[in-house]
Nanobody, 124 residues
Framework: QVQLVESGGGLVQAGGSLRLSCAAS????????MGWFRQAPGKEREFVAT????????TYADSVKGRFTISRDNAKNTLYLQMNSLKAEDTAVYYC?????????????????WGQGTQVTVSS
C-alpha cells in the first residue's frame, strides 16, 4: 500500500512557476508508476503527466507539454511536478497517484492510490 501527501501548491501569477511535491510512504512507491492529475471546478479530473518506476519514461498531456516536468527521487520516496509558464487555465486541484501495476496509463481509473490534492491558483 502507498500513502501519498502533496504539497507545494499556492497562488502564482501567470507566467510564474511552482514545484509540487508528493511524499510517499510504503514500499511499493519505488516500483510504481506515478502520475499527476488535476481537477478544475466543474470539470472532470484530467491527466497531466506520468512517469515509470525508474524515471525512464514520461508522458505528458498536450496542454502541459514543454511547460511541466515530472520527476521522481526513489531514494526520497518523492514525486515532483515542476510547472513553468503557468497559465490561468492551469488553475486546479492537483493530485498525485500511484499505479503499482506500472502501466503508465493516462486513465485515472488505472491508479489505485491517491493523495488529498493541493490547490494551484494562477492569476491572470
Amino acid at each position: 500500500q502507498v500513502q501519498l501527501v502533496e504539497s507545494g501548491g499556492g497562488l502564482v501569477q501567470a507566467g510564474g512557476s511552482l514545484r509540487l511535491s508528493c511524499a510517499a510512504s510504503g514500499r511499493t512507491f519505488r516500483t510504481s508508476t506515478m502520475g499527476w492529475f488535476r481537477q478544475a471546478p466543474g470539470k472532470e479530473r484530467e491527466f497531466v503527466a506520468t512517469i515509470t518506476w525508474n524515471g525512464g519514461s514520461t508522458t505528458y498531456a498536450d496542454s502541459v507539454k514543454g511547460r511541466f516536468t515530472i520527476s521522481r527521487d526513489n531514494a526520497k520516496n518523492t514525486l515532483y511536478l515542476q510547472m513553468n509558464s503557468l497559465k490561468a487555465e492551469d488553475t486546479a486541484v492537483y493530485y498525485c497517484a500511484a499505479d503499482p501495476d506500472g502501466l503508465a496509463s493516462i486513465r485515472s481509473r488505472q491508479y489505485d492510490y491517491w493523495g488529498q490534492g493541493t490547490q494551484v491558483t494562477v492569476s491572470s
